[in-house]
C-alpha cells in the first residue's frame, strides 16, 4: 500500500495560486491534504534569460494512479508556460496514513 502514495512537489508563482490548486485537487479528490510552504528563491534559464523569483513550494499527497489528474489540474490553473510538476515515490508509509490517502482520493 504505501508504495501507492506519492508526494507532487509544484512550485507556484504565489500562496494564492499554491492554495487555489491544492483546494481544486483535494474537491476533485485527486490530493488527499496539500501543505503550502513559505517562499524559497528559485534561479533558473528561461527564454535564454537567467531568472530569479520567489516561488512557493506545494506537496500533494496522492496515490500515484493520480499523477495524471494532478497534471492536468495544475496545468489548467499555474499561470507558467511550463510549470514544474514532479513526483516522489514514498517508500516507507504509515499503513494509517496510507489508507487515509487512498481513502480520500477514491
Given at each position: ?50 531568472d530569479r523569483e520567489l516561488e512557493y513550494p506545494l506537496v500533494l499527497k496522492t ?37 487515509w490517502v487512498i481513502e480520500e482520493t477514491s
Amino acid at each position: 500500500m504505501a508504495s501507492d502514495i506519492i508526494d507532487v512537489w509544484v512550485n507556484c508563482p504565489s500562496k494564492e495560486c499554491a492554495h487555489d490548486i491544492a483546494e481544486a485537487c483535494i474537491e476533485q479528490r485527486a490530493a488527499a491534504c496539500a501543505n503550502v510552504f513559505p517562499a524559497i528563491a528559485s534561479v533558473f534559464r528561461w527564454n535564454e534569460n537567467i531568472d530569479r523569483e520567489l516561488e512557493y513550494p506545494l506537496v500533494l499527497k496522492t496515490r500515484v494512479e493520480l499523477f495524471e489528474a494532478v497534471c492536468s489540474i495544475v496545468r489548467e490553473k499555474h499561470p507558467y508556460e511550463v510549470p514544474s510538476i514532479v513526483a516522489m515515490n514514498l517508500r516507507h508509509v504509515d499503513p494509517a496514513y496510507a489508507g487515509w490517502v487512498i481513502e480520500e482520493t477514491s
